[in-house]
């Protein structure tokens, strides 16, 4: 049967869209970004522990003492694990998120729920969109929208949809139809009949829906974290990306904490402005006689004035902040607060590169933002300008294709380390295994499995459609897809039990010097020559900042002073790259000054030794 061309199709029909509708994009994309940093500013004003009483205050009101009490407790926690900017930032995202798929959801609800040939045309599309995979839904968000908080945004509300307008459209359907006849009866308008009759009796049902938006929308937020859009999701991808159970354990209960949180205010809003909820909870109050202290609920002005009080307090304490000294300081210096962002992949060199920079750029007065991407999104933004630069492009070979799709809309900025090698490594105590020839005969030992790092990396590229087939090993071995700290994982597990094991590795890397590893030779040299490390900017960055494209033109690092500096960000941990740098740098006086050189103090392009 002849194969059907509907990915073509698809790219055809996406291609078309990018340009004849990118002006409606753009316009979305204001409208959604303009949404988020409203509600992202509102929820970042008060500090941290006030914004947290403010909570626990609603949720007082809401579910009773307990509730309150837990609430705040939850938020504090939050705080305590040094993620509340992120969390604050999620809570935006699915905010904003929730209100346009309600705005979308309920209407549409409503028109199907009033005639049976929407409702049959809307289900379909409905089942599309809960059956599809999450993750496909983020590729035309970034295609359209770029990457950040509009295409996280667009990618969540597209998932959350389908249960608000069922919901909607269910709960419209179940009203007693005696009811709307009777109101009709008496000459209600078709209006007034859903105005009055049929959504009042609908709500819960209507808010059971907004329930489980708010609550798909959370779920959504990792996958969104992909996209560039921070907050927790951000954190999470990060953890996965290195590895790091901890961090990623830590980003897991902030999540748990907004979505227990979300999910009991909203179900017990929609008991509050439901008059069938607020009759049943009336009932349960006469039947359950004396309320205890802690289920006690106030009535609306206390809440109210609980929280202007808790706002006057902070405002009179200055805990609102100012950032008038920051914008102060950074005026005497170079960057004078202007903002940089920096994209990485998750590779030790590209880490460890990143963080200095991050580190030297804020000496020199600039705001520096860091991301961590996969190789595909990473080279996107910059070749759509919403990352600035990246310092791990290994040219001409290992990132030869994303070059060669992007190469016209970057500036390459130069080398900085190489050269360098990409191989199959193998543990010392694997005698008889020393070149890629070695491997197929040695299959079975290895259990068929070559350990890799992520699919999107240009080195696993050249792994499936070249070396694997220069070697024969196509039937012999599969390629697992993974990431570099699962293969880091999987190699010390394996070398902790002197087990066979051979994986993705490349050099510089800091494992060459922390294990006993043999690289398999390539004698039919597959693998190509070594690549560089260069540094990639999006079109004109240079031309905006030329002080830093002087810097990022004129910079090379050592082996020696590479590994060392990856070292000891790996034994840092996740949160303390940074301190890592600062410690280094401490260690080796002078780099800041010979690699961003201002008012005649040294520089050049040797980097000290």
Known sequence: MPRLQLGDWVDSGVDWLLTHLSWLFDAVKALVEGMYDGIDAVLAAPEPLLLAGILAVLAWWLRGLVAGVLAFAGFALVDSLDLWERAMST???????????????????????????????????????????????????????????????????????????????????????????????????????????QLPLALPTVMAGVNQVIMLGL??????????????????????????????????????????????????????????????????????????????????????????????????????????????????????????????????????????????????????????????????????????????????????????????????????????SLELTVPGYMKDVNSLDDLKQHAGEFGGKIVGIEPSAGMMGLLKSKVMKEYGLEGAYDVVDGSTPAMLAELKRAYAQKKPVVVTLWSPHWAYSDYDLKKLADPRGAWGAGDGVHTLSRKGFAAEHPEVGRWLKDFSMTEQQLTALESRITKAGKGGEQDAVRAWLKENPGLVDRWAPVDGQGGGSQAAG
């Open 91 to 197: 809570l935006s995202l699915v905010l904003v998120a929730t209100v346009i798929a309600l705005v979308i959801a309920v209407p549409l609800g409503i028109w199907a729920a009033r005639s049976r040939r929407v409702s049959a045309t809307v289900r379909p599309v409905l089942d599309l969109l809960q059956t599809m995979p999450s993750m496909v839904l983020l590729i035309p968000a970034i295609l359209f929208f770029g990457l950040g908080t509009a295409a996280g945004v667009i990618a969540t509300l597209i998932f959350a949809i389908a249960p608000g307008v069922r919901m909607t459209e269910l709960g419209i359907r179940q009203v007693d139809k005696d009811l709307v006849e009777a109101a009709e009866a008496f000459g209600t308008t078709p209006r007034d009949v859903l105005l009055r009759v």
């Open 219 to 420: 779920s959504m937020v990792v996958i969104a974290g992909m996209a560039g859009t921070g907050g927790l999701g951000g954190a999470v991808n990060e953890a996965i990306g290195q590895l790091e159970i901890g961090y990623g354990f830590e980003a897991g209960v902030a999540i748990v904490v907004l979505a227990v949180y979300l999910d009991r205010m909203t179900s017990a809003l929609g008991t509050q402005i439901s008059p069938l909820g607020r009759r049943a909870a009336a009932k349960v109050r006469v039947a359950s006689g004396a309320k205890a202290v802690w289920a006690h609920r106030p009535r609306p002005v206390v809440p109210v004035v609980g929280v202007a009080v808790l706002a006057l307090v902070a405002g009179g304490m200055g805990v609102f902040g100012s950032s008038a000294g920051t914008a102060e300081a950074a005026a005497a210096n170079v960057g004078r607060g202007k903002e940089i962002t920096i994209g990485y992949i998750p590779w030790d060199e590209g880490i460890a590169s990143t963080y200095l920079w991050k580190e030297i750029l804020e000496r020199r007065g600039f705001d520096v933002t860091t991301t961590q991407y996969a190789a595909g999104p990473l080279y996107t933004g910059l070749a759509t300008g919403q990352v600035d630069f990246q310092t791990d492009a290994w040219l001409p070979t290992t990132h030869a294709e994303y070059w060669k799709k992007y190469g016209d809309q970057l500036d390459d900025l130069g080398k900085w380390y190489g050269p360098t």
